[in-house]
């Protein structure tokens, strides 16, 4: 079992952490932020270089999660697939040069 696996057999245990987390970030507006996104973050993130973790600690890294820290590495993450440039958006800033 690789170590991403062993990670996510413990997510149902931190769910409520992570909605709360992410209930949080709509009180703050920033927007609809789903647990999978706060889920996602920690693991390719927080937890990357991790070789044990428990639950405890899960929950205080998902408690410990700044808003900025996260808006941060989604758009990077967005850079990265290249996603934005395909969006209207993106169609439109490119016929904008021409």
Do not use: C
Not at 55 to 62: N, R, T
Not at 67 to 91: H, L, N, V
């Amino acid at each position: 079992m690789t170590q991403k696996d062993e990670i996510e057999k413990y997510r149902h245990h931190v769910k409520p952490a992570l909605v709360s987390k992410a209930e949080e970030f709509k009180i703050l507006d920033y927007g609809d932020v789903t647990e999978s996104e706060i889920w996602n973050y920690l693991r390719n993130k927080k937890w990357k270089k991790k070789t044990e973790l428990m639950v405890h600690e899960m929950v205080a890294d998902i408690m410990a999660v700044k808003p900025s820290e996260f808006m941060t590495f989604a758009t990077i993450e967005s850079f990265k697939s290249g996603s934005w440039f395909d969006s209207e958006e993106g169609r439109q800033l490119g016929t904008a040069k021409e």
